[in-house]
């Protein structure tokens, strides 16, 4: 009996959990409807239907620099302005994206990129390495903790896409050990 709940232990371990991000467009009230809103990360579970509690889920914000203690998503397309997968739109294409940078927690440190394989990454990386894992999910010293798949687009049977004041893109499905619950967590210190 001992061996049988050992084996399943492990075998829950070695079950990937994955989470898919999103980029999220909040509309606040004072604007016209969907004129350029204010722009967020939210990190749901792929089997999510309904609309997220936002209570239960947080908002990252976007922004430029995402190093040392600031908390947020950095979304880069280099050398495109256009369709280039980190706004909000149909024809803002995901597999454009060349990195996304998220740290979302220091506490424990969760701080990883996402480096599309091409000639700009990841580092450290031949260009060989780099195409037999695209859209790998690195931490800062390199550690891999999964890969992404930018989701195809346009999206089509979108579960959800307009929340309220929100609209959401889906931009990757992520196949890791981390969890958009264990993102999420209030154990982690993060609260509404």
């Known amino acids: 009996m001992l061996l049988h709940y050992l084996l399943a232990s492990i075998g829950a371990l ?24 204010i722009i967020n990360w939210q990190f749901l579970d792929p089997n999510q239907n309904s609309c997220p509690d936002p209570a239960h889920t947080r908002l990252f ?70 195409q037999s894992r695209p859209f790998e999910l690195l931490g800062l010293k390199g550690e891999s903790a999964g890969w992404c798949v930018p989701v195809s687009w346009p999206q089509t049977g979108r579960p959800f896409g307009v929340c309220g004041n929100y609209r959401l893109f889906r931009k990757f499905q992520c196949h890791s050990f981390y969890t958009a619950d264990w993102i999420n967590s209030y154990d982690r210190g993060w609260h509404p």
């Open 14 to 37: 070695l079950v990937a959990a994955d989470f898919d991000i999103y980029l999220v467009m909040r509309q606040p009230p004072a604007r016209p409807p969907w004129t350029v809103g």
């Open 61 to 130: 914000n976007s922004h430029d620099d995402v190093s040392g203690n600031k908390i947020g998503v950095r979304c880069d397309s280099w050398g495109q302005r256009e369709h280039n997968g980190c706004y909000a739109g149909d024809d803002n294409d995901p597999a454009n994206i060349d990195a996304m940078e998220m740290h979302l927690s220091d506490t424990p440190k969760f701080h990883y990129t996402i480096y599309k394989a091409d000639e700009h990454g990841p580092p450290g990386r031949t260009a060989r390495e780099s």
